[in-house]
């Protein structure tokens, strides 16, 4: 008997409709987030995240009105990142019924930002989001800093340290994302992970990588993570999330089934 | 048909509460409410809460819920849910030591920042994400199956003084109360409306609970 570890579906949503492509065979519009969102509670996601790439502020309420949609009958917990800026921004996905956010680059431009947040609406709310990218060469010891505007701009801030200052401002999970393996479909950086985790008291959800279920098996036993994210496996109907836990399971992963 | 009130005194996002009790309950006249009047009208009272204990107390006080608190949970069927749950021990370490609502004698306390489980990995803080929940008899765990998995946050829990308040525990990785109940007043350190089935299912429990212990 112990807490499960977490696998946690991330959704790209852009102008309402979910990017980079989902195929199942059963949803009958595989582009519409609520229809995802749904068929991944079915098939027993610990959670769901929805990160908005709408490049235009003027589109931001779609993204309400999917939180809205999908929390009248979906009851997990969901998160939203991407554009949160201001408190005011962190409310109204409050109020459209999301349990967290994710804040990511504004946490880079004004830390404080994390603390007044967090002050706020509780710890348990805000999920500190960190690009992080491997800046040591080969010979030298590990050492990743963390990129923002999705990777384009190095900042010169060291990943384990911003992890513990995050935490210290009070971010109450840490969701970090490897830049080196988004996309790549090779597994998560476990150094990175590891290192993250260990670091700070915080759950630590590890992303960027996962090509198959064992990467989601190593970001726990090697990366020590306490929930794996995961896109395109999940989008693509490669595996399901019912599989994702057998497999995690099988390796002696304490999850729910 | 018959209404559940539940308080809204500022503290969380109350959302999530109010969808999963109408989707539990489709009969039932969910409200969301901060005045005593319609807390004492309404047939059974849920009390969410999330943040801080001392905030929490003293939104409870500023606007006179408190009172009113003390009044319903000795007449009708009364839930309190995570920091809900936490606000009716005697007394918090959360915040230099607060004082609570005192509806259960005991202690909230904070998770040790040393623990390690069975396998030496060190445990996190908050304790975030399904753990399992090992019932004791009591009629709102009907149709539950022993040792469900429901969804926790919180880095504090109820340490009540007397073990038969206890209806349920949970590991982390030591024994702690995650439900409590007495006459019609139940509690529960997760959160029923995040944790999908056996969430909802808890919930359309207590909204046609007579308040009976069996």
Redesign the interface.
């Known amino acids: 008997m112990s807490l499960a570890k977490r696998i946690i579906p991330c959704l790209d949503v852009d102008n309402g409709r979910v990017v980079k492509g989902v195929q199942f065979v059963d949803i009958r519009d595989a582009g519409d987030p609520v229809e995802v969102a749904r068929r991944y509670d079915r098939e027993g996601a610990d959670e769901i995240t929805f990160l908005d790439i709408t490049a235009t502020s003027g589109n931001r309420d779609t993204i309400i009105h999917v939180v809205e949609q999908v929390a009248d009958e979906v009851f997990i917990p969901l998160t939203v990142g991407g554009g949160i800026r201001e408190l005011d921004d962190i409310r109204r996905m409050l109020n459209a019924g999301a349990d967290k956010v994710g804040i990511n680059s504004a946490a880079v431009f004004r830390p404080e930002f994390v603390r007044e947040a967090a002050e706020k609406f509780g710890s348990q709310c805000i999920v500190v989001a960190i690009d992080a990218k491997k800046v040591s060469k080969e010979s030298e010891p590990d050492r990743w800093e963390i990129f923002t505007h999705g990777g384009r701009e190095l900042t010169g801030i060291d990943a384990v340290e911003w992890a513990i200052k995050m935490v210290d401002y009070g971010a109450g999970e840490i969701l970090l994302t490897s830049m080196d393996r988004d996309g790549t479909k090779i597994g998560f950086d476990l150094a990175l992970t590891r290192a993250i985790s260990d670091a700070v008291i915080v759950p630590v959800i590890a992303s960027g990588g996962v090509g198959n279920l064992d990467h989601l098996a190593d970001g726990v036993i090697e990366g020590k993570a306490d929930a794996v994210l995961a896109a395109s496996i999940f989008h693509f109907a490669e595996y399901t999330i019912e599989q994702a836990k057998k497999k995690m399971q099988d390796r002696g992963i304490e999850v729910r089934l | 048909m018959s209404s559940v009130a539940v308080i809204d005194y500022g503290m ?2 109350l ?2 509460i109010e ?2 009790l109408q ?1 539990a309950s489709p009969e039932v006249d969910v409200q969301m409410v901060s005045n005593v009047e319609a807390i004492q009208q309404a047939d059974r009272v849920v009390f969410p809460g ?3 204990i001392r905030d929490c107390m003293l939104a409870l006080d500023d606007s006179g819920l408190s009172a009113v608190i003390r009044e319903v949970v000795q007449t009708k069927p009364f839930l309190g849910i995570c920091l809900g749950m936490q606000a009716l021990l005697t007394d918090s370490e959360e915040n230099d030591k607060t004082s609570c609502l005192d509806i259960f004698k005991g202690q909230v306390i904070h998770f040790s ?1 040393h623990m390690v ?2 396998q030496g ?12 929940v ?1 019932q004791k008899p009591h009629p709102l765990w009907a149709g539950i199956p022993q ?1 469900s ?1 429901f ?4 880095s504090y829990y109820a340490k009540p003084d007397d073990e038969i308040d206890t209806v349920a525990t949970t ?3 030591n024994e702690f109360t995650s439900a409590l109940a007495k006459d019609n007043v139940f509690a529960v350190q997760f959160h029923p ?4 089935a056996v ?2 299912q808890l919930l359309k429990n207590f909204l046609s609970w007579d308040g009976q212990q069996a």
């Open positions: 969380g996002n959302h999530s969808k999963a989707h999330v943040g801080a920042k489980d069975s990995e060190r445990l996190k803080i908050p304790h975030m994400g399904w753990n399992q090992s040792n998995r969804y926790f946050v919180h590991e982390y990785p409306e995040k944790s999908q969430g909802l």
